[in-house]
């Protein structure tokens, strides 16, 4: 994903464990107005988007979990990869499933252990593109998941569900319906179990400015 359409689009652990993490956190009133006025920006087709993180910077530098989140989001490529963990880790701490998804894929290059753990959290919070992960991997069997097809079909089908991005409902619908070879109609008879399952013990997450670590283009209809 481009990061410099992302500020448009947001507008309009052994080491884990010990980790205590908050809930969702809530936009304050400062970020409101940064987000304010880089929504302005953009009605007025201003694509450069310093301003934005001028803004941003001392707000995440004053521990605002939102604000670390899309400032370390929109400088992708120009932080340092550490810089940047550093801050998504500040806000994954503090509540924010988005900055924990992105941290997962980040520790599951190097410490699988606790990727799992921040992934399992990502997507328990209702991180849609964790919970396509959290699929691929129960289907791969990769990254310490055990091989279960069943399980992997239950979380696409959560993950189809709370996804506010029309991009990835459209993959996970084709990965759903087209279907890889392991997803027999037994395999999705017991998926759709499973899934109901999920649904019961995590429910469908609200939006929230930082719940999601892959913000799309365009919102599902009615959400």
Not at 1 to 8: A, E, G, L, R, T
Request: aromatic letters at 10%.
């Amino acid at each position: 994903m481009n990061f410099n359409n992302f500020s448009f689009v947001l507008i309009g652990t052994f080491l884990a464990l010990s980790v205590t993490i908050k809930a969702e956190p809530k936009i304050s009133e400062e970020l409101s107005h940064a987000f304010m006025a880089q929504q302005q920006r953009a009605l007025n087709h201003v694509k450069d988007v310093s301003e934005f993180k001028k803004d941003l910077k001392p707000l995440a530098d004053r521990n605002d979990p939102v604000a670390q989140f899309y400032y370390a989001m929109l400088l992708e490529g120009e932080l340092s990869n550490d810089l940047r963990i550093r801050y998504l880790q500040a806000s994954a701490n503090e509540g924010c499933a988005g900055a924990a998804g992105v941290v997962a894929m980040h520790y599951l290059k190097v410490n699988k252990a606790m990727g799992r753990f921040w992934l399992m959290h990502a997507a328990e919070n209702g991180d849609a593109m964790s919970q396509v992960t959290v699929a691929s991997t129960y289907l791969s069997g990769e990254n310490g998941f055990k091989k279960d097809p069943v399980a992997s079909y239950g979380w696409l089908l959560l993950a189809s569900e709370q996804t506010y991005d029309l991009g990835l409902l459209s993959m996970i619908n084709i990965n759903v319906h087209t279907g890889a070879k392991e997803y027999s109609q037994e395999v999705e008879r017991a998926g759709k179990s499973y899934y109901l399952d999920l649904k019961k013990k995590y429910g469908i997450k609200p939006f929230y400015m930082c719940g999601q670590s892959l913000p799309g283009n365009n919102r599902v209809s009615g959400k």
